[in-house]
């Protein structure tokens, strides 16, 4: 994570006397900066800022369905104006990078550091997930408390969470990368490597319906390279699929 987005996000919430989830009022933050959010159609696009002349317009694509979905795109662009030192810019983010499937470019992803520390401060998110085993619950119980989509919740909890989980950024049925914390007990995925048909994600690329609740797999499906192969070895595994993208987040955890 990007230490100055982070440390950006941290010093505006402090610097507002934020001190809940319910506080923060995107609307309001951008306001205070001369910030119009605007929601419209955008056709290559799922957020984009401009700013000039001291006025900026966050434009968030109407398109977007889920409320913590928007939430996350606005507060991505506003980590593209806090994160440049509010100079003139702007800049037109796609799906794939606001979502984090594409991880390339660094102020998209220096942005969505800073969303993620606005959105879900790192203490806050520790907090409320500390002492409870990672489930399916207590996934939906953050991102709901957060007001973030699952993804994004999902993409916290494997940063800075202490059950061991990893989660596997899939696209056309390819993993594009991973992120696996320090309690897991695999550590390999080979970025570019197809999705296996032993995994359910596999499901979804072969056209089928994927489950939305969290099932038992082998360990071979996704870690059949690590060098810590077990056999015989059960995880779970949840699948939050991104239609328009045919990109998939996989959700793994221990039994
Ligand atoms: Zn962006």
Redesign the pocket.
């Known amino acids: 994570m990007s230490i100055l987005a982070k440390a950006n996000a941290k010093r505006l919430l402090r610097g507002l006397f934020i001190d809940e989830p319910g506080n923060i009022d995107l609307y309001a933050i951008a306001g205070c900066e001369n910030i119009f959010i605007e929601e419209k159609a955008l056709e290559s ?1 799922e ?3 401009v700013f000039k002349n001291g006025l900026g317009i966050i434009s968030v694509d109407a398109g977007l369905a889920e409320s913590g979905q928007k939430r996350f795109t606005i507060a ?2 506003l ?2 104006y806090f994160n440049s030192g509010k100079k003139e810019n702007s ?4 799906g794939l ?2 979502r984090g499937i594409k991880q390339n ?1 660094s ?2 992803i220096d ?2 550091d800073f969303a993620a520390e606005l959105l879900m401060p790192e203490q806050w998110f520790c907090n409320f997930t500390k002492g409870k085993k990672f489930t399916k619950g207590v996934l939906s119980a953050s991102a709901e408390y957060f007001n973030v989509s699952l993804s994004a919740a999902a993409m916290r909890y494997a940063e800075i969470g202490n059950h061991p989980v990893a989660i596997i950024m899939s696209k056309d049925s390819v993993v594009k990368w991973s992120r696996i914390n320090e309690y897991f007990p695999f550590r390999f995925i080979r970025n570019g490597s197809k999705v296996t048909s032993s995994s359910y994600a596999y499901e979804f690329y072969n056209g089928e319906n994927i489950a939305l609740e969290p099932e038992k797999i082998l360990a071979d499906a996704w870690f059949w390279e690590d060098f810590n192969y077990k056999k015989d070895y059960f995880l779970y595994e949840q699948n939050i699929p991104m239609y328009r993208y045919n990109s998939v987040l996989t959700i793994l955890w221990e039994e």
């Open positions: 696009c957020g984009q800022f991505h662009e980590g593209h800049f037109f983010c796609s990078d606001i470019i102020a998209e942005a969505n």
